[in-house]
Nanobody
Framework: QVQLVESGGGLVQPGGSLRLSCAAS????????MRWYRQAPGKERELVAT???????EYADLAKGRFTISKDNAKNTAYLQMNSLKPEDTAVYYC?????????????WGQGTQVTVSS
């Protein structure tokens, strides 16, 4: 079984920083890519950032210049470093991992972690 455990969410003031972690466990042969999404109340889920197995990163406009996605291959863990946080960043942040497991492709989601940016 593949499990994703997220951590790092919480309450932060505008301009502050948080680092989210997403640890994947299970019989994972290889990770294709890892992504961070977020969803605010009443809004659609939106893609924040992507990191591909080779290390290439992609960012939504909302994240450019402020957020950094990275990974630790040995730990099968993805990170999202968030700086210069704004109230508009308040949302539940979800990790998604696409991977080959037991020779088959799969897509897996974390439970989400709440990020609240407020004074």
């Amino acid at each position: 079984q593949v499990q994703l455990v997220e951590s790092g969410g919480g309450l932060v003031q505008p301009g502050g920083s948080l680092r989210l972690s997403c640890a994947a466990s299970g019989s994972i042969f290889s990770i294709i890519d890892m992504r961070w999404y977020r969803q605010a109340p009443g809004k659609e889920r939106e893609l924040v950032a992507t990191i591909i197995s080779g290390g290439t990163t992609e960012y939504a406009d909302l994240a450019k210049g402020r957020f950094t996605i990275s990974k630790d291959n040995a730990k099968n863990t993805a990170y999202l470093q968030m700086n210069s946080l704004k109230p508009e960043d308040t949302a539940v942040y979800y990790c998604n991992v696409r991977a080959t497991v037991s020779g088959r492709f799969g897509s897996y989601w974390g439970q989400g972690t709440q990020v609240t940016v407020s004074s």
